[in-house]
């Protein structure tokens, strides 16, 4: 006779071993996610968290927002002691939030959930890893519509950045919608005529001001009127 583990440990071993997302949604169905009673959902250990620095412990700096634990990090006074003990770990940490802030993602928290991220802000988490490296001029990005969800002024930092990778000597190629990205491209690769069983042609490819002279392009059609308006606007 084989004795049976029992229904949940049967569901959490199927759910650990299984590489299937839908499968996975479906055994997450019959959970639900809870405090622990001793670390009240701040995943440390008492010992862990009774250390502070400026009356914070590591839970408090990392469940505000990166914007504030950058306030928080800039207005820190340390003692002598501190400092030489710190300072480089310091300057590491004050490098990557700043890395965090040019992608837009300034209002997340560090003790966010990787699965609750959208796709857009998964792709700049990976973008401000990749700034926060030592450059070798000869990577590729492929970026799915990185732009989404994103503010007026938080598309214009995006574009900043892929203009300082594209400058290193790497290449950045992007899927997108945004004519605010579009426009600042060295090519576009302009796919269509339509969404869906009626594109995937290739209606027009070249520069920004080659794709305006395309009269099928949806695309070059409205980014002449973005470069007519920037022209204005100089």
């Given at each position: 006779?084989?004795?049976?583990?029992?229904?949940?440990?049967?569901?959490?071993?199927?759910?650990?071993?299984?590489?299937?997302?839908?499968?996975?949604?479906?055994?997450?169905?019959?959970?639900?996610?809870?405090?622990?009673?001793?670390?009240?959902?701040?995943?440390?250990?008492?010992?862990?968290?009774?250390?502070?620095?400026?009356?914070?412990?590591?839970?408090?700096?990392?469940?505000?927002?990166?914007?504030?634990?950058?306030?928080?990090?800039?207005?820190m006074?340390?003692?002598?002691?501190?400092?030489?003990?710190?300072?480089?770990?310091?300057?590491?940490?004050?490098?990557?939030?700043?890395?965090?802030?040019?992608?837009?993602?300034?209002?997340?928290?560090?003790?966010?959930?990787?699965?609750?991220?959208?796709?857009?802000?998964?792709q700049?988490?990976?973008?401000?890893?990749?700034?926060?490296?030592?450059?070798?001029?000869?990577?590729?990005?492929?970026l799915?519509?990185?732009?989404?969800?994103?503010?007026?002024?938080?598309?214009?930092?995006?574009?900043?950045?892929?203009?300082?990778?594209?400058?290193?000597?790497?290449?950045?190629?992007?899927?997108?919608?945004?004519?605010?990205?579009?426009?600042?491209?060295?090519?576009?690769?302009?796919?269509?005529?339509?969404?869906?069983?009626?594109?995937?042609?290739?209606i027009?490819?070249?520069?920004p001001?080659?794709?305006?002279?395309?009269?099928?392009?949806?695309?070059?059609?409205?980014?002449?009127k973005?470069?007519?308006?920037?022209?204005?606007?100089?």
């Amino acid at each position: 006779p084989v004795a049976f583990e029992g229904l949940i440990k049967n569901s959490e071993r199927r759910y650990r071993e299984t590489g299937s997302d839908t499968m996975k949604q479906e055994y997450e169905s019959f959970m639900r996610i809870t405090p622990c009673r001793a670390c009240h959902g701040q995943r440390l250990k008492a010992t862990s968290l009774a250390v502070t620095i400026c009356d914070k412990n590591i839970y408090d700096m990392t469940n505000q927002s990166v914007r504030d634990l950058h306030a928080f990090l800039e207005q820190m006074t340390l003692t002598k002691q501190q400092l030489l003990i710190g300072d480089q770990i310091l300057k590491e940490i004050k490098a990557r939030i700043r890395f965090l802030m040019d992608v837009g993602l300034d209002y997340l928290s560090l003790t966010r959930a990787t699965g609750t991220l959208s796709g857009g802000e998964a792709q700049r988490i990976k973008l401000a890893t990749e700034l926060s490296r030592r450059s070798t001029g000869r990577t590729i990005y492929i970026l799915d519509e990185p732009t989404t969800g994103l503010h007026f002024e938080d598309v214009h930092k995006l574009v900043e950045i892929l203009h300082r990778l594209a400058d290193g000597g790497n290449t950045g190629v992007v899927i997108e919608h945004n004519l605010g990205v579009i426009k600042t491209a060295d090519y576009i690769i302009d796919m269509g005529p339509e969404g869906g069983d009626r594109g995937g042609t290739v209606i027009a490819k070249g520069t920004p001001e080659e794709i305006v002279k395309v009269k099928k392009s949806y695309t070059g059609y409205y980014v002449k009127k973005m470069l007519e308006k920037d022209k204005k606007l100089r």
